[in-house]
């Protein structure tokens, strides 16, 4: 009799699936060798997206493919599924998926068994129900929603420079940002210090002719890099002519008209959602334990509180903080996913060999945000620093971080690139609508939006 190997099944493919499955790859070499263990990955996308590089690839200063790590190169010891898990019945051990061949084939959505289960699916956005949000707005969480920004952005842009319409122009040139995390300040850092850039080409679009705006629902941003850190920030965005508007919320943006809690009302064509987060859909769909927040119960083992051969790390687990008070949780951020998994793949490794498990433990070093080129701030250790110094720091932290060394060669090979060369400042729209001009020229419609403007 054949005796079929031990499947650990790992849903996601953001920073904790892929870093715990090189993990698991390392500490179970000779269990894959011999065939006795299988690594099945789930993930919609095949490649897992390093989000702290999306600001710097939508300003052009990175490649949009080296923002990304392709699944299958790197994790050459594990099965690749190019799908989602709609459900998760634990206590039978089957995971309900949706492949790009069962939507092709019209056909039900597969049972998958297995015996370990690490749950990573990441977060999605958190939206509002505000009138015109879906239909005009765009977040900030994806390669492509980064890529696509940058095009809009060039783009209205264009349109201004080639209108005689005030009112057009001022709606076009006129960006609004909802949030101001991490995603939110730096995405209108890095795009604002483009935009400026693009301007010198254009004979009669100004810097000054722009609006930027960040809305804010609280009184401070950056909430992670510190208070005094954070009031740096807005006097340096406001420097800039950067309108910042904090205890301020977006009440509406319907008909491209962006209508804050304070009365101000602004006809933009871009509003950028960054308002924060929730646990992926995935979770609620399964049988485990949610707390209040719907993120998953953990130890501090990283496994899911009282159910065996369940673990969880990231955006999904409420995992305690021990370096902290009691009742603390660490932070949902990149600092503390990268090492959970690392310390997910051991634990799972010493569960499997019947050893001791290890608890996770990390103290918050601090946090580097950038603000442009050459802009930055940073609060790490306990020392504060702005200006260049915090955006060099800022670059060299995740250069540091970014898996594998074939990208970290490629992203600062463009880094040295930039800075020798001038800024691109090309618009690629039209790559969002590849078959637009065959299909013209075939006596098709063209598309209603073939640019991809929002």
């Known amino acids: 009799m054949v005796k079929e190997p031990m499947r650990i099944l790992i849903v996601g493919g953001g920073y904790v699936g892929l870093y715990t499955a090189l993990r698991l790859q390392r500490q179970l070499k000779p269990e894959l060798g011999r065939g006795d263990v299988e690594i099945v990955v789930v993930s919609p996308d095949p490649y897992m997206t390093y989000q702290p590089f999306l600001p710097e690839a939508a300003a052009g200063s990175i490649s949009p493919r080296h923002v990304v790590v392709p699944l299958r190169r790197v994790l050459d010891k594990c099965k690749v599924v190019i799908g989602e898990a709609t459900a998760i019945n634990h206590a039978k051990r089957v995971a309900t998926l949706t492949t790009l061949a069962t939507e092709e084939e019209g056909s039900a959505a597969e049972q998958l068994t297995y015996d370990e289960l690490v749950l990573a699916p990441g977060s999605i956005a958190r939206t509002l129900p505000i009138p015109g949000l879906a239909d005009h707005a765009i977040g900030f969480k994806t390669v492509e929603e980064a890529i696509g920004l940058r095009n809009h952005v060039i783009?209205?842009?264009?349109?201004?420079?080639?209108?005689?319409?005030?009112?057009?122009?001022?709606?076009?040139?006129?960006?609004?940002?909802?949030?101001?995390?991490?995603?939110?300040?730096?995405?209108?850092?890095?795009?604002?210090?483009?935009?400026?850039?693009?301007?010198?080409?254009?004979?009669?679009?100004?810097?000054?002719?722009m609006?930027?705006?960040?809305?804010?629902?609280?009184?401070?941003?950056?909430?992670?890099?510190?208070?005094?850190?954070?009031?740096?920030?807005?006097?340096?965005?406001?420097?800039?002519?950067?309108?910042?508007?904090?205890?301020?919320?977006?009440?509406?943006?319907?008909?491209?008209?962006?209508?804050?809690?304070?009365?101000?009302?602004?006809?933009?064509?871009?509003?950028v959602w960054t308002a924060g987060v929730k646990p992926h859909p995935v979770l609620a769909?399964?049988?485990?334990?949610?707390?209040?927040?719907?993120?998953?119960?953990?130890?501090?083992?990283?496994?899911?509180?009282?159910?065996?051969?369940?673990?969880?790390?990231?955006?999904?687990?409420?995992?305690?903080?021990?370096?902290?008070?009691?009742?603390?949780?660490?932070?949902?951020?990149?600092?503390?996913?990268?090492?959970?998994?690392?310390?997910?793949?051991?634990?799972?490794?010493?569960?499997?060999?019947?050893?001791?498990?290890?608890?996770?433990?990390?103290?918050?070093?601090?946090?580097?945000?950038s603000l442009g080129l050459h802009k930055g701030v940073a609060h790490v250790y306990g020392r504060k620093l702005k200006g260049y110094p915090a955006w060099f720091m800022h670059r060299v932290y995740h250069l540091s971080r970014v898996p594998t060394f074939n990208r970290k060669a490629r992203v600062l090979a463009e880094w040295t690139l930039s800075g020798l060369f001038k800024r691109e400042i090309v618009s690629l729209g039209s790559l969002e609508h590849p078959r637009a001009e065959f299909e013209l020229a075939a006596g098709g419609k063209p598309p209603e939006n073939p640019k991809g403007s929002s």
């Open 211 to 271: 609006k930027w705006i960040l809305v804010e629902a609280s009184d401070r941003i950056l909430p992670e890099v510190g208070e005094e850190m954070g009031r740096y920030t807005v006097t340096e965005l406001r420097r800039r002519n950067i309108d910042v508007r904090l205890h301020t919320r977006l009440e509406s943006c319907a008909d491209r008209v962006a209508v804050l809690s304070d009365g101000a009302r602004f006809p933009t064509r871009t509003v």
């Open 155 to 209: 783009e209205q842009m264009d349109i201004a420079s080639s209108t005689r319409d005030p009112a057009i122009r001022d709606a076009a040139l006129t960006f609004v940002f909802v949030g101001g995390g991490y995603a939110g300040v730096e995405a209108l850092g890095e795009l604002e210090d483009m935009a400026r850039y693009t301007a010198r080409y254009y004979h009669n679009v100004k810097p000054e002719d």
């Open 285 to 369: 769909a399964t049988d485990l334990p949610l707390n209040e927040r719907g993120r998953l119960k953990c130890t501090a083992e990283l496994s899911v509180e009282g159910v065996a051969h369940a673990w969880a790390a990231g955006d999904a687990a409420a995992v305690p903080d021990v370096t902290a008070e009691a009742g603390k949780e660490t932070a949902p951020n990149a600092q503390h996913a990268v090492r959970q998994a690392r310390a997910l793949g051991d634990n799972i490794a010493r569960s499997l060999r019947g050893e001791p498990l290890e608890t996770y433990s990390h103290k918050y070093v601090g946090s580097v945000a």
